[in-house]
């Protein structure tokens, strides 16, 4: 993407990235990871997992989830995670 993160054409560029949230008290710290997949354009939300361990089943189901729902279209997309 040679960190050109905005895009004039809808559902061109997706990113995933996986963030930690805490939560309970502090002696628990307690877990869950939340992955989201982000249209460049819209800033939207396109597809989501929310999960208590960071593996690739919950990085990979939201980028399968949001392939499924996108329109079909004459252009390439750009998917990029920096999990990997």
């Known amino acids: 993407?040679?960190?050109?993160?905005?895009?004039?054409?809808?559902?061109?560029k997706l990113v995933s990235?996986?963030?930690e949230l805490r939560y309970g008290k502090q002696?628990?710290?307690?877990?869950?990871?939340?992955n989201p997949v982000?249209?460049?354009f819209s800033g939207e939300i396109i597809s989501y997992s929310i999960s208590n361990?960071?593996?690739?089943?919950?990085v990979f189901l939201?980028?399968?989830?949001?392939?499924?729902?996108?329109?079909k279209t004459h252009f390439k997309r750009f998917f990029h995670s920096d999990q990997g």
């Open 53 to 58: 361990h960071p593996d690739f089943n919950s």
């Open 38 to 40: 982000l249209d460049l």
């Open 17 to 19: 990235d996986t963030t």
């Open 27 to 34: 002696s628990i710290n307690e877990r869950i990871y939340l």
């Open 1 to 12: 993407m040679n960190r050109r993160f905005n895009t004039p054409i809808p559902f061109q």
């Open 62 to 71: 939201p980028i399968k989830e949001a392939i499924l729902k996108l329109p």
